[in-house]
């Protein structure tokens, strides 16, 4: 557990003379390319298991700011603590609810 509350520290504005940094993403986007390359996927196949389209995923690779939420997935799936199946699973319950909402409409 220590490791995640050290992970998951807010990020600071650090100045320097020369530049000021700006917050980094609490999931590193070199390790999610590296990652990404290393299993031989899709930006579209890697991205859309975390419900991110592949050119907002290629926006993140680039260096934009990834959403909390979608951080947050980042940060249970390297960590192991979630798995494709488990996202997975996720979707198909938001999309049956979906569904059924639509249905009841009608």
Same mark, same amino acid.
């Given at each position: 557990?220590?490791?995640?509350?050290?992970?998951? *520290?807010?990020?600071?504005?650090? %100045?320097?003379?020369?530049?000021?940094?700006?917050?980094?993403?609490?999931?590193?986007?070199?390790? &999610? &390319?590296?990652?990404?390359?290393?299993?031989?996927?899709? /930006?579209?196949?890697?991205?859309?298991?975390?419900?991110?389209? *592949? %050119?907002?995923?290629?926006?993140?690779?680039? #260096?934009?700011?990834?959403?909390?939420?979608?951080? &947050?997935?980042? #940060?249970?799936?390297?960590?192991?603590?979630? @798995?494709? @199946?488990?996202?997975?699973?996720?979707?198909?319950?938001?999309?049956?609810?979906?569904?059924?909402?639509? @249905? /009841?409409?009608?």
């Amino acid at each position: 557990m220590e490791l995640l509350e050290n992970y998951w *520290q807010p990020a600071r504005r650090v %100045s320097t003379p020369e530049r000021v940094l700006e917050p980094a993403s609490p999931v590193d986007r070199v390790f &999610i &390319i590296a990652f990404r390359k290393k299993k031989k996927e899709s /930006q579209r196949r890697f991205w859309a298991r975390f419900g991110v389209t *592949q %050119s907002r995923g290629s926006r993140f690779e680039s #260096g934009s700011e990834i959403p909390a939420p979608v951080a &947050i997935l980042l #940060g249970l799936y390297f960590t192991r603590a979630i @798995s494709d @199946s488990d996202l997975g699973r996720a979707e198909r319950a938001l999309h049956d609810r979906a569904f059924d909402a639509v @249905s /009841q409409d009608q």
